[in-house]
């Protein structure tokens, strides 16, 4: 039980990085500039805050919905390690994504996953 405490945090962080990274593909950023380190942090920060309840079987809440829209790819991705990955349950996070009103492509790699 004591490990699952410790589990719950990463839970948390993993379903948000998955979603908000796998959602982002969908919409072409064309920002002029990348975005800074500070950047990324803050809208991992708030990702994990809007969608943390999604980890406890919450469906996201319309805050979630709209983190997954806007959260940049390039600030997600990168943190999808094969450790944290191993953690995502793949079509549910799917199953959330296309709920939020995003289609998912098919065998995209983010990070450590790739899509069905």
Do not use: H
């Given at each position: 039980m004591g490990n699952m405490k410790a589990i719950r945090p990463l839970?948390?962080?993993v379903i948000v990085l998955l979603v908000a990274g796998v959602m982002s593909t969908w919409d072409v950023k064309t920002a002029s500039a990348?975005?800074?380190?500070?950047?990324?942090?803050?809208e991992r920060r708030l990702?994990?805050?809007?969608?943390?309840p999604v980890v406890y079987g919450r469906p996201p809440s319309p805050q979630c919905c709209e983190r997954i829209r806007v959260t940049h790819i390039e600030?997600?991705?990168p943190d999808v390690t094969p450790k944290i990955a191993a953690l995502i349950d793949i079509n549910r996070a799917v199953r959330i994504i296309e709920g939020c009103?995003?289609?998912v492509p098919r065998h995209y790699k983010c990070g450590s996953i790739?899509?069905?």
């Open positions: 839970a948390s962080l990348a975005l800074s380190a500070a950047q990324c942090k803050e990702g994990l805050n809007a969608c943390k600030c997600v991705c009103g995003r289609r790739t899509t069905p």
